[in-house]
């Protein structure tokens, strides 16, 4: 053999996640591609790129191959996180409120915070969960009154759907009863007074639009700074490569967003390929579109791509702002609202697709994913033929079509499962929060939508066994970026410390799992030609897990299992100490 291999990783239970050899033993890589897939260490089954016949990892052996004995591990395609607020992410300059499971413990934590920082202008926190508010209700301004005092406060719930501020941080940003509306949320007011309550909805939507952006930064709140950003954002790509996630989906940005990810890439933190989605509020202009696709030429390379739009067609259940078929538990009318009227936004959708725009709909509520179906149909009865569906590919690779995605699908009427299927609308669906200790009985998103619609939560097995495509993902910082944690949550709908399963018969096995953090995801964001299996001529994406999964008697040990080596163009961008 004339060319030696760069990397082998050989005496693995290689899970390649491509049908046409689904196992293998060993794997060659050579100039960031990988070149051979087998069995053995010469003379055995491999497919080498140039001869069929090719054989073992053996005869890719040169005086610098780096050569890794796996030890019987598992050898996967690297993740594929379809859904991961990177930028987001989580700020170590906040009060840290997950697990917070009371208001006395939430003023706990702020005041322990204040003893730490008092120079601190602001009190900043995240990821306070509406558990913890006593009562079934919404946070008030009064609530953080007692722990901050007049130092203005902005909160941020686990989600990110809605702020909570405190009575000061309402003067300094001129909140009072005139405004309904702010760049950066809904305002909620007291139904007897008509004051603001100091909780904000609609924050996803507004707050981190690039209006609701800007508006905070120069309204001086701290979090906003695009330094705050940037370190949010290395702090999460750090995680991405410790956990062996080789491509990262950020799906909602604004154009000023995207310096942030050449600043990373400069400074060399970009260690996973990143596909950033733009967010399309309801109202963006032709020019704004303009921009978006200018956007989309500039940034198109293999690790830095831009190109889907981001869009909404509800909020979220737990605050009754997702829209349901049904009115929520205990109410005799409220169903939650729509941001577009169905016919608008069917519209609006097949606009978009027309123009060749990929689009991610966030859609929670029932209501709400079958408007966006509906929208689906809708475009596909009048482009088809066109640009969008059935139409050219996007330029991104695959086999073209347009490959809208509904995002999150959490409660999803069975007579909509067959029509993904139908559309070629993939489900990007976050396992995690269907864990019972997150949204179960006793849960604000079970008690939301009431017992009779439990059977409607995150059907993921329904809709792989009706055929439809599921891309995988953590949906961080809402929840965990482990993968781990995803799989876990998808084979077991049990929560991390166990305990009784939640809608069982919705569990996926584990190859279907793996494929959804894989393939699916690869599929769902156009890159199944190049990554998402091992497969020879896809990129040398790879990561090697501390045990083998499919080897496991107790689900729970998939929590225990780590990443031993990750591996992004054939270059180790994660090593343990035990490789």
Same mark, same amino acid.
């Given at each position: ?31 960031? #591609? ?44 690297? *993740? ?9 992410g ?17 003023g ?15 009190v ?40 909570w ?47 609701g ?14 330094d ?13 490569? #410790? ?47 303009a921009? *978006? ?24 259940v ?13 109410h005799?009318?409220? #169903?939650?609202e ?39 149909e ?7 033929g ?45 396992? #995690? ?14 008690d ?132």
């Open positions: 053999m004339n060319q030696h291999a760069d990397l082998i990783v050989h005496n693995a239970h290689v899970h390649t996640v491509d049908p046409r050899q689904p196992r293998a033993e060993a794997v060659a890589v050579r100039e960031g #591609r990988i070149v051979w897939v087998g069995v053995g260490g010469g003379g055995g089954s491999g497919r080498s790129a140039r001869d069929a016949d090719a054989g073992g990892w053996r005869d890719w052996l040169g005086p610098d191959t780096e050569v890794v004995d796996a030890g019987g591990r598992l050898l996967l395609p690297g *993740f594929v996180d379809s859904h991961n607020h990177v930028r987001l989580s700020d170590s300059a906040c009060v840290q409120l997950a697990g917070a499971g009371s208001l006395p413990e939430i706990r934590r702020i005041q322990r915070w204040l003893a730490e920082t008092p120079d601190a202008e602001w900043e926190a995240e990821a306070f969960d509406y558990t913890a508010i006593p009562a079934g209700r919404m946070p008030t301004a009064a609530d953080l009154d007692a722990f901050t005092g007049d130092r203005p406060a902005f909160v941020l719930s686990y989600d990110v759907h809605t702020a501020l405190n009575s000061a941080a309402l003067r300094r940003l001129g909140i009072d009863a005139s405004v309904a509306q702010t760049p950066y949320g809904t305002v909620q007011k007291d139904p007897g007074t008509g004051e603001p309550t100091g909780f904000l909805t609609d924050f996803a939507v507004r707050g981190l639009s690039r209006d952006h800007r508006a905070l930064e120069a309204a001086g709140v701290p979090w906003a700074h695009p705050r950003q940037y370190a949010r954002l290395c702090g999460s790509l750090d995680m991405a490569a #410790r956990y062996g996630i080789t491509t990262v989906v950020e799906p909602q940005n604004s154009l000023d967003d995207l310096a942030l990810y050449e600043r990373a890439r400069r400074a060399g933190r970009l260690r996973s390929r990143l596909v950033a989605g733009l967010f399309h509020p309801r109202g963006t202009s032709d020019a704004e579109l921009e *978006f696709a200018a956007a989309g030429r500039e940034h198109s390379g293999d690790r830095f791509r831009v190109g889907p739009l981001k869009l909404y067609i509800d909020d979220v737990e605050p009754h702002t997702a829209a349901l078929l049904e009115p929520y538990a205990g005799h009318s409220h #169903r939650g729509t941001f577009y009227p169905p016919e608008e936004f069917a519209e609006t959708f097949a606009r978009l697709d027309r123009l060749g725009f990929q689009l991610f709909v966030h859609a929670t509520g029932d209501r709400g994913i079958r408007t966006v179906l509906d929208a689906a809708y475009a596909r009865k009048v482009n088809e066109g640009e969008g569906y059935g139409g050219a590919a996007r330029g991104y690779g695959g086999d073209g079509g347009a490959r809208h995605q509904i995002v999150h699908v959490e409660c999803l009427d069975p007579d909509d499962v067959a029509r993904f299927v139908e559309l070629d609308v993939v489900a990007c669906m976050q396992p #995690r929060h269907c864990s019972p200790d997150i949204a179960g009985p006793g849960q604000d998103w079970a939301a939508v009431g017992p009779g619609r439990w059977n409607k939560a995150w059907p993921m097995r329904s809709l792989h066994e009706a055929g439809a495509r599921l891309a995988l993902s953590s949906d961080w910082n809402v929840a965990e970026m482990d993968p781990m944690v995803g799989l876990y949550t998808a084979v077991t709908r049990q929560g991390l410390a166990g305990g009784p399963a939640w809608q069982p018969e919705q569990t996926l096995d584990l190859a279907t799992a793996v494929h959804g953090y894989t393939m699916g995801g690869a599929y769902a964001n156009h890159l199944d030609d190049r990554l998402g299996s091992i497969t020879v001529g896809k990129y040398a994406d790879l990561v090697l897990l501390s045990q083998d999964l499919f080897a496991l008697d107790d689900p729970r040990a998939i929590l225990d299992t780590v990443v031993d080596l990750s591996v992004l163009d054939g270059e180790v961008v994660q090593r343990s100490s035990r490789v």
